[in-house]
């Protein structure tokens, strides 16, 4: 008879995160309690303390979770031209959007629309933010580039990046994406491109 190998603690972990995304994704965040999670492990109850110590360590782990993999689509989109770079982190992010392996986008939503009785809010949005200046961060490379104007505000700017990929997001979410097309969004993206970078930088329009 063979024997099933015991998960390491890393494993165990990765696993518990896993269901939990599904949990949130199905269930929402208040339907995503302990005992939901460790059934869909299939491990006891108390046996999830060994890894979180209460649902909300749990949860902030989730949301970790989910802004690292938007930090992991940036930096794989990463270009040493700035606007090359946010370019590439658009379309990243607009060809990921109802990808089979797409897992991220509706339990990000389910955070964003949580009761504020989880108290999550503030957590979330401070990582939030923190994605933001990451892209501020690459408007201001393109400054000191010189392929990006020197007057635009780089949060701005960070913040209409963001846009489109919440756009694209959302439309995908409502079954839109045969009105919001891949060319409409490629098309908004370069808008805001365009809209800032000098002529060394400056995109192609796209029709």
């Not at 797409?102 to 009761?115: N, W």
């Not at 098309?187 to 000098?198: D, K, N, P, Q, Y």
Request: glycine share 10%; charged share 25%; with cysteine.
């Amino acid at each position: 008879m063979q024997t099933r190998r015991r998960l390491s603690r890393e494993e165990r972990r990765g696993q518990i995160l896993r269901v939990a995304l599904e949990t949130v994704a199905k269930q929402g965040v208040r339907g995503a309690t302990l005992t939901n999670i460790a059934a869909g492990v299939g491990i006891t109850y108390p046996a999830l303390y060994a890894h979180f110590p209460s649902r909300k360590d749990l949860l902030l782990a989730l949301i970790d979770h989910l802004f690292d993999r938007i930090q992991q689509l940036h930096a794989a989109a990463y270009q040493e031209d700035a606007v090359a770079h946010l370019r590439g982190i658009g379309r990243a992010n607009a060809a990921l959007v109802g990808a089979p392996e797409d897992d991220c986008v509706l339990p990000f939503f389910e955070f964003v629309a949580a009761e504020p009785d989880e108290d999550l809010r503030g957590e979330f949005g401070a990582r939030q933010l923190a994605l933001v200046e990451g892209l501020a961060d690459v408007v201001r490379r393109g400054q000191r580039q010189g392929t990006i104007v020197a007057i635009a505000d780089p949060e701005q700017i960070a913040w209409m990046v963001h846009g489109c990929g919440w756009t694209d997001d959302i439309a995908a979410l409502m079954g839109l994406s045969g009105h919001w097309t891949a060319e409409r969004s490629a098309r908004m993206l370069e808008w805001v491109l365009g809209s800032v970078a000098t002529g060394a930088g400056a995109p192609a329009q796209e029709a």
